[in-house]
């Protein structure tokens, strides 16, 4: 059973499958806006469609069940195929098989097999064969210069000596090397780079591992504050519900800058950030520069302002001509406010059905908890300023106090996305893996080099055999070969 499991999940069929998988949920969060509020995804879709896709999970499908589930077992076919692989690669490339016929063998759709014969000794050859092709291979791995057992008859066809052993890869790798015992080299390049492939695959998992952390510790979430407001509390963008953060946000100020053709410039929120009543830091953010703080950023993602609430009536006192003769006072429609003069109290209030052409806000004065006289009216009076005349609204009682609608309490807001990313660094370094694993995987090629001397039965004569074998068919590669050929080929006639 267990045998089965490890054989199904490192197949690169259930691999293949994974991806097209992974790709196709990908594409349905490509197509789908994510991370959208709740309420916008309402307007867009409606209420019957955002059900649907909220329950299939859509609407967050990076954090779906499936999602997380088809990323795991991605991650698990990883680990069981390295597993499988790693101590096979490792093992050739500290002990690697030196044997000229069994690579021939098992090499030979991809290996270029060269045969020619030379007058000069073992030792001259395989010096000139050193020397020739130690530019590019470098030192050989190994060595041996010694008395061949080996021989051939000359002008015979050429054979490739079949391996005794029936097992393939099974064969011992020491009686392997027998076949190696005469004269020959053998070179071996790149080969660490082998284990490129299983270090992409660590890549990926660390990747995936940064995905998993980032749902399951992080959060992406969105609040609106005001202006002098303080909050605590942010709500999750997948669901609504609210997020406790370690420190309180206050808004200090908004502000929209904008072009001379009236298009917005620049949106800026100054944001103080409080933790046990100390004030940690104070900075603006706008689009794309954001504010970082104990693993939690605050991003600007809108603006807007409340609806009204709130009108400014400034109360002056005609009696008194010095500069403390007036007062401005934010009053909301019904509530009773001190003037501060003479007693009086008064409201500000709404006509239900004004006449036409009226002013529909009036003024109720009141004394002794008592209203002292019919409805203050406001009229509209030219007011002469530098920029030229305004309306103003203006309403007087007794020629004691006077009342001036200055305008609405306007409450502007600050719309903030507020998230904790446990995975971008986890993310950043898998990237930096997988990047450099595929690098040198596709541009250092593993190369391996034979050259094998053998002599004929009187010793005049020997046979060179060269046999190179590229782990990736580049055509340089055989390019190269040729080349390096001819020239030991006129090195040895």
Do not use: C
């Not at 680990?79 to 490792?90: D, H, Y």
């Not at 519900?241 to 370690?246: E, I, K, T």
């Not at 004394?367 to 007087?396: C, H, I, W």
């Amino acid at each position: 059973m267990l045998s089965k499991l490890n054989k199904f999940f490192s197949s690169i069929k259930l691999a293949i499958i994974l991806f097209i998988l992974i790709a196709a949920v990908s594409i349905i969060g490509t197509v789908i806006d994510q991370g959208d509020t709740i309420a916008q995804y309402k307007i867009i879709y409606g209420n019957t469609v955002f059900h649907i896709l909220y329950w299939l999970g859509f609407l967050n499908i990076y954090n779906s069940w499936y999602f997380v589930g088809l990323a795991a077992l991605l991650i698990l076919t990883m680990i069981i195929s390295s597993a499988n692989k790693l101590p096979n690669i490792i093992k050739n490339i500290v002990d690697p098989n030196t044997s000229f016929d069994y690579a021939l063998k098992k090499n030979s759709y991809k290996a270029k097999y060269i045969t020619m014969q030379s007058s000069k000794s073992p030792s001259e050859i395989l010096n000139f064969a050193e020397k020739t092709f130690g530019k590019k291979f470098g030192k050989p791995v190994l060595k041996n210069i010694g008395e061949n057992i080996n021989h051939f008859k000359s002008g015979e066809n050429e054979k490739v000596q079949k391996i005794s052993s029936k097992n393939g890869d099974a064969s011992n790798n020491a009686d392997n090397k027998k076949n190696n015992s005469g004269n020959f080299l053998f070179f071996s390049k790149n080969s660490i780079f082998r284990i490129s492939p299983n270090i992409a695959h660590l890549g990926a998992i660390v990747i995936l591992a940064g995905v998993f952390l980032g749902v399951t510790l992080g959060y992406r979430s969105y609040t609106n504050i005001k202006v002098g407001q303080t909050v605590q509390h942010s709500y999750l963008l997948k669901n609504n519900n609210p997020v406790l953060l370690p420190f309180k946000i206050k808004l200090d100020n908004y502000v929209t800058k904008y072009y001379k053709n009236g298009m917005p410039k620049a949106y800026i929120s100054t944001l103080t950030i409080i933790k046990k009543h100390i004030t940690i830091l104070t900075k603006s953010i706008r689009v794309n520069h954001p504010l970082t703080y104990d693993g939690i950023t605050v991003y600007q993602a809108s603006y807007g302002h409340y609806k009204p609430n709130a009108a400014q009536i400034l109360v002056l006192n005609l009696k008194n001509s010095n500069k403390n003769n007036k007062r401005l006072i934010y009053a909301v429609p019904g509530k009773i406010y001190n003037s501060k003069i003479n007693n009086i109290k008064f409201s500000f209030n709404f006509f239900k059905h004004p006449a036409k052409d009226q002013i529909p806000f009036y003024i109720s004065v009141i004394k002794n908890d008592k209203t002292v006289s019919s409805p203050l009216v406001f009229q509209e009076l030219p007011y002469r300023t530098k920029k030229g005349n305004m309306p103003l609204f203006f309403a007087k009682y007794n020629d004691n106090i006077a009342f001036i609608f200055a305008g609405i309490k306007t409450y502007y807001y600050s719309g903030v996305e507020i998230t904790k990313n446990v995975d971008t660094d986890i993310v950043w370094i898998g990237s930096a893996i997988l990047i450099f694993a595929l690098f040198f995987s596709f541009f250092f090629n593993q190369q391996s080099l034979w050259v094998r001397v053998t002599s004929s039965e009187n010793e005049k004569i020997n046979k060179v055999e060269i046999l190179s074998v590229p782990h990736k068919k580049f055509a340089s590669f055989y390019s190269m070969m040729d080349r390096l050929t001819e020239i030991l080929k006129k090195q040895i006639l």
